[in-house]
Structure formats: C-alpha cells, structure tokens
T-cell receptor, first 114, second 113 residues
Framework: AQSVTQLGSHVSVSEGALVLLRCNYSSSVPPYLFWYVQYPNQGLQLLLKYTSAATLVKGINGFEAEFKKSETSFHLTKPSAHMSDAAEYFCAVSEPEYGNKLVFGAGTILRVKS | NAGVTQTPKFQVLKTGQSMTLQCAQDMNHEYMSWYRQDPGMGLRLIHYSVGAGITDQGEVPNGYNVSRSTTEDFPLRLLSAAPSQTSVYFC????????????FGQGTRLTVV
C-alpha cells in the first residue's frame, strides 16, 4: 500500500537559512510524488511534482525536490527561507496501478524566524 | 473562474444529526475526492471518485456516504454526526488522474457537539 512519512511535524528556520523538509515514501512501484502547501485558513496548492521524468524537480517560489529511489525519499528544499514561506507542507503519493488515490503525509509546519 | 466550491464554510451540528457537505467543480474534472484534516494527522482520504457513477472508499469511510450522479458534483453525507467527526473537510478534483494537479476547495469546518 502506498504511504508517505514526513519526518518532523514542526521545523523552524531563520530567514535566509536553508529549508529542508523530509519525506519518505513506501511504494512497490515507482510512484508519482508531490509536495503541496497550505497557508492558514486556505486549501492546498501544488508546489511541485515528480512523475518519472527528471529526478530533480523545480517548483514554485524557489522550492525544489529530488527523487531518490535508493533512499525512497523526496525531500523538499529551498536555499533561502522567506517569511512568506511559513505554512504547512504536505508530501503526497499516487500509484495509479493500485487504485486512483492521492494519499498525504501528516504534514510539516514550517516556521520562519526573523 | 470558480474552481472547486465547497459549501457551507462553517457548520455546527448536534450529535445524531445528518447533513450534506456540498462540493462542485466547474473544470470538467473526472477525479474527485473528500479528505478530512485533523491536527497532526494530515489529510485522510474519506471517499473518492474517478467519474460519474463511480465511487470508492478511502482510509476513513465509516460514517460517511457519497454519490457522483454528475461530473460536477460530489456531495459528502454524514448519516448520524458524532463528535469524532469534528474536523475540517476538503474536496479536491483532478482532470484525468492524480498525477496531474489536484485542485482543492477552501474547506468546510465542521463541529459536532
């Protein structure tokens, strides 16, 4: 069964510092992987996705993620945090061959300190 | 340019009452899903649909019913509300599969007392 694990329910960084949010997946076949962001009192919006093309995926707002099959990981990074990046981030997985579902991790709340 | 519209935005129910959360999308998307969001648990899938007339259960379907009579609408019914169903509910849609972008509504905050 497909699943994702996000390490760290809360991450705090200083403005200008590196952002690293961790995601590991469990899948018996190469999955589709996603990062979504949720700002307070809003729905989710797509940051980036991996669909078996390039393993390094660039998204909106300067975020990127690298698919590493050997580590079953899809960590999200941003070189320099901005105050506006404060939000909750969700990693998600989809395996079309095993049911047409989009399954989310528990989420990581990113706090950016000035 | 409405996208995914959820109504109501807020609702308070008494234990045992029933209600329907509405979800409508105007993008002609085939795939639709309902999630509930609880602190520390992320989004958990309740029910999903891959087209009109086709629905299936997700991780936490108990206490909820869905139907998909049209492409546009995917209502979620609470049969007999319980305090454990206090949550924020999100509806999502996608064009042809979840490998394409999922679009989310603004959510319905439900409190069961």
């Amino acid at each position: 069964a497909q699943s994702v694990t996000q390490l760290g329910s809360h991450v705090s960084v200083s403005e200008g510092a590196l952002v690293l949010l961790r995601c590991n997946y469990s899948s018996s076949v190469p999955p589709y992987l996603f990062w979504y962001v949720q700002y307070p009192n809003q729905g989710l919006q797509l940051l980036l996705k991996y669909t078996s093309a390039a393993t390094l995926v660039k998204g909106i707002n300067g975020f990127e993620a690298e698919f590493k099959k050997s580590e079953t990981s899809f960590h999200l990074t941003k070189p320099s945090a901005h105050m506006s990046d404060a939000a909750e981030y969700f990693c998600a997985v989809s395996e079309p061959e095993y049911g047409n579902k989009l399954v989310f991790g528990a989420g990581t709340i990113l706090r950016v300190k000035s | 340019n409405a996208g995914v519209t959820q109504t109501p935005k807020f609702q308070v129910l008494k234990t045992g009452q029933s209600m329907t959360l509405q979800c409508a999308q105007d993008m002609n998307h085939e795939y639709m899903s309902w999630y509930r969001q609880d602190p520390g648990m992320g989004l958990r899938l309740i029910h999903y649909s891959v087209g009109a007339g086709i629905t299936d259960q997700g991780e936490v379907p108990n206490g909820y019913n869905v139907s998909r009579s049209t492409t546009e609408d995917f209502p979620l019914r609470l049969l007999s509300a319980a305090p454990s169903q206090t949550s924020v509910y999100f509806c999502a849609s996608s064009q042809e599969g979840w490998e394409t972008e999922a679009f989310f509504g603004q959510g319905t905050r439900l409190t069961v007392v």
